[in-house]
């Protein structure tokens, strides 16, 4: 059975190394963590499984690996500057401040519900009541005063203000330039690096419709309330594609991720039959999107959020930053762009004439991801003699850890000439991460490795080295199965063969 509620998640992450709090010893960052020693390889081999499949088994993709730091201008002609912003509300009372919609949902429901009722909304259409609440800020603030919603913090009904926009973006001075013009951004989204180098990508490997370009990177975001653990961060990652079609083709392409997407998630151990797909209404798409579908994973404790989004983003992007859009024609509706050098268009495949490509973007954040790929392997067990026992049942190809070595005895040289030489013969054959471990009892051991997801410990004992009972065992160890606890005796010279096979 899956994690039951996030604290577990939490307590397993800390507790095993897989996730801290950032500048833990300052007193920590809101909105910032930081992957420890088991973190880093979960996160590596899920970018990795992603990039494998998204990349490298596919014959129209190509990689990219582009700046965080971006020109303002991008970020202004892609409608980031004026639109990347979430309605923000301060409580004059003790100047703590909220975001909207997570204040409303944050509510008892009888508060949910006055709130509705005094906006002429309901609350089963919550994005409808964050919009409407939006589109009067005088009346939005009299309502959340009226209908008593309360502040988190102070436990009190709040003296609420007017809901204003809060631009996400992180600006950064760039250089030593006292000019008030010398600033650049932070990207919100890795897609804007595929976009400026669209060009780049074309003419350097000659693509052709339909093509994509896949990155995996950082993007921050300002967060106004970043919570639930690494669910809603300030610093992320993300796994993105932009996807270039014919315009016209766009919508069978979008049918296409979304399945190809689904049955990625499906190989990671996330099953479709937790993910709910949502056909995003009208009024909550993004400025760019012409239609989107959230993937919507069933989180512990937190219920359906998005894992990732799938979007239709039509021309907007490419035409946005391409000079002369009028010449072109394009379906984007934004101010002429004067600032941009690229006319990006591409020869239409059958008439050869330029065209600006539709694009479908499938992105997936990273962190969201490790949270779902340990949701779903972490399980609680009961063993026959009654002891309870904690295994993270990651797919082979995730496990942080490959196979943990063990010696038997860690004071005893023969032995542990053997353990190293074989963890040493294992790394060498590029599985990931192969662990020697001398720290504890075997049952320990045993216990760690369950709870990191390990598939095999590999244990050399007495035996192995032939100094046990029974001689036939002599170079020979014991190799223990995560999922089934079955032990059982292989020949050194074959482990290497076995383990391969196992973990394919
Ligand atoms: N380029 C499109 C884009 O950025 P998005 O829906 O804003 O679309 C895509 O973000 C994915 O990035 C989300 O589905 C989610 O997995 C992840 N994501 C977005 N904001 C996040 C945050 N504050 N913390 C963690 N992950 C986030």
Redesign the pocket.
């Known amino acids: 059975m899956p994690a039951q509620s996030m604290e577990e998640l939490v307590s397993l992450c800390k507790r095993r190394g897989f996730i801290f709090q950032g500048s833990e010893i300052y007193g920590g960052l809101q909105g910032f963590y930081d992957y420890g020693p088991l973190g880093v390889e979960l996160k590596n081999n899920i970018k990795a499984a992603w990039w494998r499949s998204n990349v490298y088994e596919r014959d129209d993709m190509e990689g990219l690996d582009a700046s965080i730091i971006m020109h303002r201008m991008v970020l202004r002609h892609s409608g980031h500057e004026a639109t990347f912003s979430d309605p923000m509300v301060d409580n004059k009372k003790n100047n703590k401040r909220y975001r909207l919609d997570h204040l409303v949902k944050d509510q008892k429901a009888d508060v949910q519900a006055k709130v509705a009722e005094l906006m002429g909304e309901s609350v089963e259409n919550f994005a409808a009541l964050v919009a409407a609440l939006n589109a009067n800020p005088a009346r939005a603030s009299q309502v959340l005063r009226e209908a008593g919603v309360r502040d988190a913090f102070s436990g009190e009904v709040g003296e609420w203000t007017e809901p204003k926009p809060f631009n996400m973006m992180f600006k950064t001075t760039i250089g030593p330039v006292a000019d008030e013009d010398s600033y650049g951004y932070l990207r ?4 804007q690096g595929i976009f400026t180098n669209f060009k780049n990508v074309v003419d350097s490997t000659s693509r052709r419709l339909p093509f994509g370009i896949a990155q995996i990177g950082k ?1 921050f ?1 300002n ?1 106004i309330t ?1 919570r639930n653990f ?5 610093e ?1 990652e ?1 796994m ?1 594609i932009e996807f270039f079609c014919v315009p016209g083709t766009d919508e069978d392409w979008h049918e296409h991720w979304l399945e190809k997407r689904l049955s990625w998630w499906e190989a990671q151990g996330v099953p479709r039959s937790k993910i709910e797909i949502l056909d995003v209404p009208k009024e909550d798409l ?1 400025h760019y999107s012409k239609r989107t579908y ?2 919507m994973y069933d989180y512990p404790t937190l219920g359906h959020e ?4 799938i ?1 239709n983003r039509s021309d907007y992007d490419l035409g946005s930053h391409t000079k002369n859009q009028a010449e072109l024609g394009l379906v984007a509706q934004v101010e002429e762009n004067t600032d941009s050098i690229a006319k990006l268009t591409i020869p239409h495949p059958e008439t050869n004439k330029p065209v600006v490509p539709f694009v479908i ?1 499938p ?3 990273v ?3 490790m949270l779902a790929v340990l949701s779903e392997a972490f399980t609680k067990e009961t063993l026959e003699n009654g002891n309870e026992r904690i295994v993270l049942k990651l797919r082979p190809h995730l496990a942080p850890i490959k196979v943990a070595v063990i010696p038997l005895a860690r004071n005893r040289e023969e032995i542990t000439t053997v353990a190293k030489a074989i963890k040493a013969e294992l790394q060498g054959l590029g599985l990931g991460r192969v662990l020697y471990e001398d720290s504890g009892n075997i049952g320990k051991a045993y216990r760690r490795h369950d709870e990191v997801g390990t598939p095999y410990c590999v244990t050399v004992d007495f035996d192995t080295v032939g100094k046990g009972e029974d001689p036939a065992l002599t170079d020979t160890v014991t190799v223990r199965d995560r999922d089934t606890l079955a032990q059982e005796r292989v020949k050194i010279s074959e482990l290497g063969g076995w383990i391969q096979a196992r973990l394919r």
């Open positions: 919100p989204e890795t897609a993007a975001r967060e970043p690494i669910f809603r961060v300030r992320l993300q993105e993004a959230d993937l998005e894992i990732e989004g979007a973007e992105s997936a954040g962190d969201r991801a």
